[in-house]
């Protein structure tokens, strides 16, 4: 086991400098445009896939490091350069770990490749949860797979919403309810293969931020999967759900489900997320305090405004502590016993939010222009505290935890 630091190792720093390079010289250059265009920016996908981080190789090293802290310190870099851009480049790594906390080794191998593509042939994925009756109350779900056992198929039927590129996707990963009664205990993940009939894009949505991340419906017409496209296999579904039958007949643990193994993986590098978009808002800021003068001195000289960035620097810093504590803790294979990760998410999720609102606030008018970008870290900051669990959920498993109380 990896000891818990607060320093980067060499290998991790020559890594973060090359990300913020590409952050800096691609990434933000980019932004204000494809932000207006509000369209997948597939050019910079393939600039990353070119140089090595849009790959299944790349995501793999940062995901087994040892010390746990590879992803959140890719994600705050990528993100600091922009977020709306950055989820285009990261949003198919939900669908690969989708595959990761639930897939076999062969599915492994098989599916999170055809998620990537190659720099010359650029793939992005989908992780497909959410519904129009069923976002934090994951136990409505109505999206059902049933199983055709003559032709070893499982056929889905449904409608997925606010899914990060969804239609567009090489590889859909769908989760699916296969035992009603069982509620969220009796949901499993599919892979939907690319071109499968029956699976089409639905409503794109026009956002308020990270606009150029591609979000939309999923829609799911008697969608016909292989059986071998069941996450995990048959094998093992029938056991949880016969180990989810008998604790609902004598009460005892909660059984987790599909979606949330996936959710409660992926909350401390969505943490990690709105730290980059927090810590590049406050650098703007910054550097506006110390340049802009007001009655003959720069402003930062008024404590009103040195105060606040003081608040602000404190906030991401106490944030990124929070998020590379939770990264640690779950690549060691320590247990949540305070709902850590969701700690992590949700303190890092408001600090965006009103790291965000502060910068506009510290440069006034321009601040509330797309001349300057602080606006648009704003509006995207807003995402953060909704998406992969919001601020009240992520409370609500604390609480939960903390307690052993059945919170509602």
Known sequence: MAEFTMELNDEQKEVRDWLHGFAADVIRPAAAEWDEREETPWPVI?????????????????????????????????????????????????????????GTEEQIGTWIPQMYGDPNDVKVAAFCSSEPDAGSDVGSMRTRAVYDEAKDEWV???????????????????????????GSKGHASFIVPPNTPGCSQGQKFKKHGIRASHTAEVILDNVRVPGSCLLGGKEKLDERLARAREKAKHGG??????????????RPAVGAMAVGTAR???????????????????????QGVAFQLADMRTQIDAARLLVWRASWMAINGKPFTAAEGSMSKLFASETAKKV?????????????????????????????????????????????????MPIR
């Open 280 to 302: 590049a808002a406050y650098e703007v800021a910054l550097d506006y305090a110390k340049t802009r003068e007001q009655f003959g001195r720069p402003i930062i000289d008024n």
């Open 156 to 182: 889905i039927n449904g409608t997925k919403t606010w899914a990060t590129n969804g239609g567009i996707a090489n590889v859909h990963v769908v989760v699916a309810c296969v035992d009603p009664e069982l």
């Open 46 to 102: 393939q600039e990353a896939a070119k140089v090595g981080i849009y790959s299944l190789d790349f995501y793999a090293q940062q995901y087994f490091d040892s010390t746990g802290l590879g992803i959140p310190m890719a994600m705050e870099e990528l993100f600091w350069g922009d977020a709306g851009i950055a989820l285009s480049i990261v949003g198919t790594g939900l669908a690969a770990v989708g595959v990761l906390a639930n």
């Open 356 to 404: 965000t609102a502060q910068a506009i606030q510290i440069l006034g008018g321009n601040g509330y222009t797309r001349e300057y970008p602080v606006e648009r870290m704003h509006r995207d900051a807003a995402i953060y505290t909704i998406f992969e669990g919001t601020s009240e959920i992520q409370r609500l498993v604390i609480a939960r935890t903390i307690s052993g």
């Open 253 to 266: 643990e909660r059984v987790k489900n599909a979606a949330m193994a996936t959710f409660e993986a992926s």
